[in-house]
């Protein structure tokens, strides 16, 4: 009893050092629980086919280049490959006109080419390398370019159009139209090059296409999306169903 009383402090700081370790290993021994798999039947299905096939060296050279490993990943000095070999790749980006890819070597340099993606693959010459394309559904892209430049290259790599705009980020809408942004404008060029706008649009590098519109998620606020019509008038949507999506996450990210 003596001792109790003389220890106490350290016999009530170990009490409770041991309570809350008590606590804290139920909660993570509950975080780390697997979550139960939903039914197959409240889950939507995803069908994958192939479109089309791309064939180095027909018409556009596998080229390897050697990379030299970073410095940055090499703490302590020792033995290993000088270089490593890097095949090309492409990135694809979709619209309602289809599917365009810009190719880049293994060193991330850009190739002035576009590939046109549909039941075949088709490679379009370009005059200078592109910043983005769009795919046209007439066979033709979109590009852009770093020098505020839009250029409409048809199937066989023939200049159509060259629109000047200070805009850089393009999407791609209904009708083979597509729309250029700055951080703060946004302009519509029609299929024929036309151009309405400008037009004050805060959407840049996050805006998605809506039939023949512009629209992007408003800050913050879940179900609500700003959307931009051609004619510069503004609309904004409330969605319960996107609303739904957040509070619950889908399938598809299981």
């Known amino acids: 009893m003596e001792v109790i009383v003389r220890y106490w402090r350290y016999i009530l700081s170990f009490l409770l050092a041991f309570l809350l370790g008590l606590i804290l290993n139920a909660k993570y021994a509950t975080s780390w629980e697997a979550e139960k798999p939903m039914k197959a039947t409240n889950c939507n299905n995803f069908k994958i086919w192939t479109i089309a096939f791309i064939k180095w060296n027909n ?45 880049y070597k293994g060193d991330d340099e850009k190739i002035p080419i576009a590939l046109w993606v549909g039941n075949t693959v088709r490679a379009i010459p370009l005059v200078e390398k592109p910043l983005r394309l769009i795919a046209r559904s007439d066979g033709g ?4 370019t770093h020098q505020a430049l839009l250029f409409h290259y048809d199937s066989k790599g023939a200049l159509k159009h060259k629109v000047n705009l200070p805009g850089t980020d393009i999407v791609g809408v209904d009708g083979d139209a597509v729309w250029i942004m700055t951080n703060d404008k946004a302009w519509f060029v029609n299929a024929n090059g036309d151009v309405r706008g400008s037009y004050q649009w805060k959407g840049f590098n996050r805006s998605v296409g809506y039939k023949q519109a512009v629209c992007q998620l408003v800050g913050d606020k879940i179900g609500r999306v700003q959307c931009l019509e051609p004619d510069g008038k503004s609309i904004l949507f409330i969605f319960h169903y996107l609303i739904s999506l957040v509070e619950h996450r889908s399938c598809f990210l299981r």
């Open 141 to 144: 892209v979109w590009m852009s």
């Open 59 to 103: 018409p556009i050279k596998e080229d390897i280049v050697e990379l030299k490993p970073l410095n940055a990943a090499r703490i302590i000095p020792g033995p290993g490959p000088k270089s490593f070999p890097a095949r090309p790749y492409i990135i694809t980006n979709a619209s309602p006109g289809g599917l365009a890819s810009t190719v």
